[in-house]
Nanobody, 129 residues
Framework: QVQLVESGGGLVQAGGSLRLSCVVS????????MSWFRQAPGKEREFVAA????????SSADSVKGRFTISRDNAKNTLYLQMNSLKPEDTAVYYC??????????????????????WGQGTQVTVSS
């Protein structure tokens, strides 16, 4: 059984930084897509960033480009999201996800929530103005 456990959320002032972590356990991943999505109150879950597990290809949403960086440490089975220059509109619950396919699904599909079967419990990020 796959388990994803996020940590690192919290309360930060606008302009500050946080680093989210997601520890993956339960199976060995091939070239799965790994992602961060977020969900603000009253809104749908939206794509933030994705990476392929073995190759290091990355993509991020326009709203976070230049501020957020996704990375992974395969030896530690951990996915990261470094968030800099945070804004109040970044306030949300952040979820890490793993795709159901162990083959690389490509950059287009990696941004789709429907490609992810495995999710963590989420970590709250609150940015005050």
């Amino acid at each position: 059984q796959v388990q994803l456990v996020e940590s690192g959320g919290g309360l930060v002032q606008a302009g500050g930084s946080l680093r989210l972590s997601c520890v993956v356990s339960g199976r060995t991943f091939g070239n799965n897509a790994m992602s961060w999505f977020r969900q603000a109150p009253g809104k749908e879950r939206e794509f933030v960033a994705a990476i392929n597990w073995s190759g290091g290809w990355t993509s991020s949403a326009d709203s976070v480009k230049g501020r957020f960086t996704i990375s992974r440490d395969n030896a530690k089975n951990t996915l990261y999201l470094q968030m800099n220059s945070l804004k109040p509109e970044d306030t949300a619950v952040y979820y890490c996800g793993a795709s159901r396919s162990s083959s690389w699904i490509g950059p287009g599909r990696a941004r789709l929530i429907s490609e992810y079967d495995y999710w963590g419990q989420g970590t709250q990020v609150t940015v005050s103005s």
